[in-house]
């Protein structure tokens, strides 16, 4: 039994005890919050759960290695010469979000290229975000040459920003998402991005959720991201 739950706490409660109301035997979560527990289960008894995608730190989770994968992108684009790259952040609450940053931190740091604080925007996954980080990032006078948005929801808003503001990808912004849904091979522009292995993740936390359901100590499944370079990042122009 699947429910969706729109990344809405209230709405993941009501459809967690939905579930648990149905008998079901576990649960795979993949909009956990960082800090947040887990609902109980019938009676306030544990329910064997495993989370997905993120993690809060506490219970099994299976993962894509989102720090690795953010050091991945960033590092693409410090290798094609830029200096001035620009971050779509996601929100807080998730890890993913928090992992991807510190990525693009570190490889930055690693470059020897001073963190930009400045260049940071963003608090959400959605593609409005991604548009409204977009805007206030290249409207700035010393813009960026390149962005890593943290999802591609985010990528294609900034690319909304970009032409709003008579900007082209990649001849004036080099452009990296992350996930690799279907749709970015398939824009005008194809995006370079960072392919999250979902159907390792999906087996990893299946053998997570047997462990779960034999008390066993919780552990992390962690699988490794591809970059997919594609026609939206070229060398920097001085």
Known sequence: MVASTGDNPDTERVAVESLVRRRVDGLILTTARINTPVPPGPAGQPLPHVLALRTNGTSF????????????????????????????????????????????????????????????????????????????????????TAIFAVNDNNAIGVMAAAHTLGLHVPDDLSLVGYNDIPVVSRLPVPLTTVRVPFPQIAANALELLRDAGNDEPPRDLVAAPTLIPRKSTIACTP
């Open 61 to 144: 989770a299976s993962l894509g290695d989102d720090r690795l994968g953010a050091h991945l992108a960033t590092r693409h684009l410090l290798d094609l010469g830029h200096q001035r790259i620009g971050l779509v952040c996601g929100p807080p609450y998730a890890s993913t979000a928090r992992d991807r940053e510190a990525g693009y931190r570190d490889a930055l740091t690693e470059a020897g290229v001073p963190i930009n604080e400045s260049l940071l925007a963003g608090d959400s996954f959605s593609m409005q975000s991604g548009e409204a980080a977009g805007r206030t990032l290249l409207a700035r006078p010393d813009r960026p």
